[in-house]
């Protein structure tokens, strides 16, 4: 879960908070229903109702949501927003939405469940003709030379090889793998080739479970190549577009895919680079073929170090059967039917599992409450 100050990072995020009172001074008018997903503590809830909304329902899993009701009050508008504590999924409104606004990204657009939830909501929450924001999202891909990214990830490895250890095995679970650049931002001019467009998300419309694409990239600017940086440039509503690409200082950073080897490149040559991912953003993979160079493949699945067990355990051929803990949960489900207190099923489960300490099943039944309870 975020904290309230997360969200006042995230709020005070002046270019991405002012396109996005730009477009609702632009589609929100007197008498409209807006609904606003991830709301977090509600500054856009906010202006929506200044806007005119006649209504907000102001749409958040983070507890934190219930500020934005104490902030709509203290601001005039408590009889106006309505605070709808958890998915989007499980949202059923007895009138559709005018304007939904969302910003559920991560450094990438693909990221959790943002756009499955934007196809759902367009789909059950919208009225006809109604605006949803954002409209799309166009991704970018460039090479980078990133040399204090570089350095900060030779520490997965340096200390094995200090010591006189061979470390490939570290080095290349290191290489392979999707990082923020937050902490060490990619600069304009950390960039050595033309930007281009990957993949565009048009939200609302049918997704496909992967993502790809592929470009070539005329280097501009002679270097050393040591990662590819992605970013994202947003549609709000017609012309009104921000981004997070390098330079520009956003609560979103990018995202750096290390390359194995640094290479280096004159201008003239071209890198022809593929990025694939899951609508998620939870695996990436990533081929480079830099001046005629043999291609390299990378991908975040082999930097994830697994047993044998537990990658048979996510094949959709498994034929998986319950741990303690699963079965418990089961059993605590069960009970969850509306008559019994989260104390009465605690009881009910210690009694029957009498080698597992009372308090680990409280906490497996506050877990199981809070995730499927309503």
Known sequence: MYSVLSYGRMAVDGVRIDAYSRAIERTVRPGSIVVDLGAGTGIMSLLALRAGARRVHAVEMDP?????????????????????????????????????????????????????????????????????????????????????????????????????????????????????????????????????????????????RAVSGTVDLPVTRGGTADALVLWFEATLHDDIVYSNAPGNALVYARIVLPLLDPVRVSVGETARVTVRTDVNGEQWAW???????????????????????????????????????GDRAARALELMDGTRTLNEISDALAASNPDVRRETIVDEVRSCARRYGR
């Open 287 to 325: 081929d480079t073929e830099i001046g005629g160079r043999p291609r390299v493949r990378q991908a975040t699945f082999l930097g994830q170090p697994a047993s044998q067990q537990s990658l048979l355990r996510q094949s959709l051929a498994a034929t998986p059967s319950r741990s303690g803990p």
């Open 64 to 208: 934190a949501v219930w500020l934005a009701r104490d902030l709509a009050v203290a601001n005039g508008y408590g009889d106006k927003l309505v605070v709808h504590h958890g998915s989007s999924f499980d949202l059923t409104l007895d009138e559709r939405a005018d304007v939904i606004i969302a910003d559920l990204r991560g450094s990438s657009p693909l990221f959790g469940q943002n756009v499955a939830a934007m196809e759902d909501a367009k789909r059950r929450l919208l009225a006809p003709g109604g605006i949803l924001m954002p409209q799309r999202d166009r991704m970018f891909v460039a090479l980078a030379e990133t040399a204090f990214h570089r350095h900060d990830l030779e520490r997965g490895w340096a200390c094995f090889e200090r010591n006189g250890f061979d470390a490939a095995a570290a080095r290349s679970a290191t290489l392979n793998w999707a990082y923020s650049d937050d902490e060490a931002p990619t600069q304009a001019n950390h960039v050595l080739s033309e930007a281009k467009t990957w993949a565009e998300i048009r939200y609302g419309e049918p997704f496909s």
